[in-house]
């Protein structure tokens, strides 16, 4: 079982940026493609972006195409959520995720394992 440990949230102005990280526990981290996801109050939660086991493919939810990017280093353990250009509306719990699964499948918040979640927001 893998255990995940989000970091890096705060509180940053509209244009600002901010760098999430989500550590991983276990042997196995480089067997999982990994996700970040995004919950705002009274909202559901959204998929935000995924890169696959080896890092070379990565997917983005149209409202963040251009502004996240998403990393991994499996040395470390860790999947990165880089955001820039941030607006208040990006507000949110960030949470991180794995899928022992080589095609991310967008429409699903599905996942086999999550981290708690780390709290970004963004003033106007």
């Known amino acids: 079982q893998v255990q995940l440990v989000e970091s890096g949230g705060g509180l940053v102005q509209a244009g600002g940026s901010l760098r999430l990280s989500c550590a991983a526990s276990?042997?196995?981290?480089?067997?999982?493609?990994m996700g970040w996801f995004r919950q705002a109050p009274g909202k559901e939660r959204d998929f935000v972006a995924a890169?696959?086991?080896?890092?070379?493919?990565?997917l983005y939810a149209d409202s963040v195409k251009g502004r996240f990017i998403i990393s991994r280093d499996n040395a470390k353990k860790t999947v990165y959520l880089q955001m820039n250009s941030l607006k208040p509306e990006d507000t949110a719990v960030y949470y991180c995720?794995?899928?022992?699964?080589?095609?991310?499948?967008?429409?699903?918040?599905?996942?086999?394992?999550w981290g708690q979640g780390t709290q970004v927001t963004v003033s106007s």
């Open positions: 995720a794995g899928r022992a699964t080589t095609v991310w499948d967008t429409s699903t918040a599905e996942s086999d394992f």
């Open positions: 276990g042997r196995t981290f480089s067997s999982y493609a």
């Open positions: 890169i696959s086991r080896s890092g070379g493919s990565t």
